[in-house]
Structures are given as structure tokens and as C-alpha cells.
């Protein structure tokens, strides 16, 4: 586990953001990247590279795979609007990242982990898909015979919410705690995620 934090926060610092509560006061002790050249000043980035890193970020903070962004990506271009904003919108309606974004979860890894092992219901039906994406209107709750589980006794008290951002509009929680409503789609502006997005699609147009 601790071998774990370490590669959560060097994997932070590389791309110059904390990915999880437990890496921000690491973050904020050492806001530089790892290795013994981290605070030296470094040459300026290709374009290449500044899209390469964005991609980076995008993917770390959502916790998928290369191939699932570069799919994620090809659905943005063809739906309307600006194609980073939808981009973000389809990822943010992921089953893992409703799980997160509510409280339910503390990090992205933690929110996959709790849908893979059966913990959560879309509408009353068991999902086990992180990937799943949800529809306004739905609602995601933590399954009956799981919630006395300590995890979810700490998530419904509020533990979780004290160090992840305020719950975004587009989500309404429910008065557990342990449930919560899309209400309906996020707008880019509401989604707590850093990354230039137009550079992650940029990336892709190569």
C-alpha cells in the first residue's frame, strides 16, 4: 500500500498535479517533478510534447486506458459541439467518475474497485462496469447489503467529501449519502479536472 503512494505521488508531481487527497500535501511540500533534476529549469516543450502531457493528465485523472480515451475522443468528434468539452462531459458521465465525484469514493481507483466488486446499482440494477456510462435522471446508490461496509459507513458520515471537491451541480446527492441523482449532463466549466482538453484532441489529430 505505501509502495502504492509513493507511485501515486511521484506520478503526481511528473505531471504536475496531485491525483489524489493523499498526494496533495506531498504536492504541496515538493511542487516540482521527481528526480534529482526536478527543480532545475528545464528546456522549453515541443507542441508534441505539451499535448503529450495533457493526454497524460486527462488519463490519469479519469483512470482509463489509452484505448478508451482515443474512443472517447473519436465519439466527441462526431457529436455536436466544442469537441474537448464533449470529450470531458462523456467521461465524466462514467459510472466510476459519478462515484467519485459524490463522495462515495475517495479517488478514481478506489470508485473503479468499488463497481468492479459489486458494490453499486444504476436504477436498482447491479453494475459492474466503471465504464458504464450513466443517463440524466439515473441513480447511482450503493447496494443494500454493502453499506455497513467500513468504506461506506466513512463515505455516508461525509468523510470522503471533506477532502474532494464540492459535488459538482449536475449531481444531486441523496440524504444518505450513499446514493446520488445525474440530474443532467456536467457542463466543462463544473467538472473539477485540470487539463487543457484542446490539446489532448489536438493530440489526436496527428
Known amino acids: 500500500m505505501a509502495h502504492q503512494s509513493r507511485r501515486v505521488v511521484r506520478r503526481s508531481r511528473a505531471l504536475g498535479l496531485p491525483l489524489t487527497p493523499k498526494a496533495v500535501r506531498f504536492w504541496e511540500r515538493r ?22 502531457l495533457e493526454k497524460q493528465r486527462l488519463r490519469a485523472q479519469y483512470g482509463v486506458r489509452e484505448k478508451q480515451l482515443r474512443r472517447a475522443v ?10 474537448g468539452d464533449v470529450l470531458v462531459q462523456l467521461l465524466e458521465m462514467r459510472l466510476d467518475a459519478i462515484v467519485l465525484r459524490s463522495g ?35 441513480v447511482v446508490s450503493v447496494r443494500e447489503r454493502s453499506r455497513a461496509m467500513t468504506p461506506f459507513v466513512i463515505a455516508a458520515a461525509g468523510g470522503h467529501r471533506e477532502v474532494l471537491p464540492t459535488v459538482p451541480q449536475y449531481l444531486t446527492l441523496g440524504a444518505d449519502g450513499l446514493s446520488v441523482q445525474v440530474a443532467r449532463e456536467p457542463r466543462r466549466p463544473e467538472v473539477p479536472v485540470t487539463c487543457d482538453v484542446a490539446l489532448v484532441v489536438e493530440f489526436y489529430a496527428r
Open 31 to 52: 511542487p516540482y517533478a521527481p528526480g534529482e533534476h526536478g527543480r532545475s529549469k528545464r528546456p522549453a516543450r515541443t507542441d508534441y510534447a505539451d499535448q503529450l
Open 104 to 138: 462515495i469514493a475517495r479517488t478514481i481507483a478506489q470508485a473503479r474497485q468499488i463497481v468492479v466488486h459489486r458494490h453499486v446499482t444504476v436504477d436498482g440494477q447491479l453494475v459492474d462496469k466503471p465504464s458504464y456510462r450513466v443517463r440524466p435522471g439515473q
Open 74 to 83: 473519436t465519439e466527441a468528434k462526431r457529436r455536436d459541439g466544442r469537441t
